[in-house]
């Protein structure tokens, strides 16, 4: 568990229930978790998996994306899956460099010095620069070796 990024998560939706008058929910937190124990993209398809055995039903797993969405906790990725569903992640605040495979979601942080100075001091009129996150997708050793196996 990450925690600073779930203290930092759970700061945000509390400061989003206070202003909307909603209240905290247990099942709504289990989702959080899993965007906080994994930080990687997640479908709901996958949610509702993970969460099978906690018997957490599929509209509470999409109202939770929801409200965690509209709360800017977590955000929607831009690009979906190949299958067309949406991806979710985690909308953290600090800078972040990653890359993530498109396959099987496996991500890590890229640490390359040279592009962050670039982003970390790049002007932009009119405009405050408080973050960034950049994320570089493709696919995997190990996705990649499968594929040439099936060919
Ligand atoms: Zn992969």
Known sequence: MHDNTYIQAQRQLSRYLSLTGKRQSMERNRVLNLFCNELRP????????ALETESISRA????ALHTLSDAEVIRLLPEQTATNEKQYELARQH??????CTRCHRSGELKDKAVTDLISHKKIS???FVGYMLTIYG???VCRKTKTNKK
């Open 139 to 141: 696919e995997c050793k």
């Open 126 to 128: 009119n405009f405050r």
């Open 95 to 100: 800078n972040e460099l990653r890359f993530v």
């Open 60 to 63: 509470t797993i999409y109202n």
């Open 42 to 49: 997640w479908t709901a398809a996958e949610l509702v998996k």
